[in-house]
């Protein structure tokens, strides 16, 4: 059954890196795979992207296959390009090489004129004590929250 709104989250990368610039981009996908999107069986949640050779890949990004394809279908696990502006190339492949910096997918969507596109990130490694400090202020923040509801 086709969704009417996908928005498939990549909900480890704001606890594991910390997120700094965000870039919309296309994605060039084989005939069952936008298929399968729409019925929202992908996964980035273990996906990252890479620069290579002055082009962008999502890499590990999951995609079951379509249902009700043939021989056709596509492969669950395969690089897949990413469609950016050359100067947004240029900035990732710069930032990269910086070290510690990654670029991550955080979202997966269809937008409105029905095409796929992922939300990509440059992103930074949090160490172990930023991760504790994430955690402490969710549960402050939550506590909070529930405080006000109570009066």
């Avoid at 965000?22 to 992207?49: H, N, P, V, W, Y």
Wanted: charge should be positive; aromatic fraction near 8%.
């Amino acid at each position: 059954m086709i969704q009417k709104d996908i928005k498939i989250r990549n909900k480890k990368a704001k606890f594991n890196y910390e997120l700094l610039e965000f870039f919309d981009a296309g994605i060039k996908l084989q005939g069952t795979e936008i298929k399968s999107i729409r019925m929202g069986k992908a996964s980035i949640a273990e996906s990252f992207c890479e620069v290579k050779n002055g082009e962008v890949f999502i890499v590990n990004m999951h995609i079951d296959e379509y249902g009700w394809g043939t021989f056709n279908n596509h492969k669950i696990r395969r690089d897949r390009k990413l469609l950016l502006n050359k100067s947004e190339i240029n900035k990732l492949e710069k930032n990269t090489q910086e070290q510690g910096n990654t670029i991550v997918p955080t979202l997966l969507y269809i937008n409105d004129k029905g095409l796929a596109k992922v939300r990509i990130a440059l992103a930074k490694g949090k160490k172990l004590y930023d991760k504790r400090n994430t955690i402490k202020e969710k549960d402050l923040k939550r506590d909070l929250q529930r405080i006000q509801k109570n009066f």
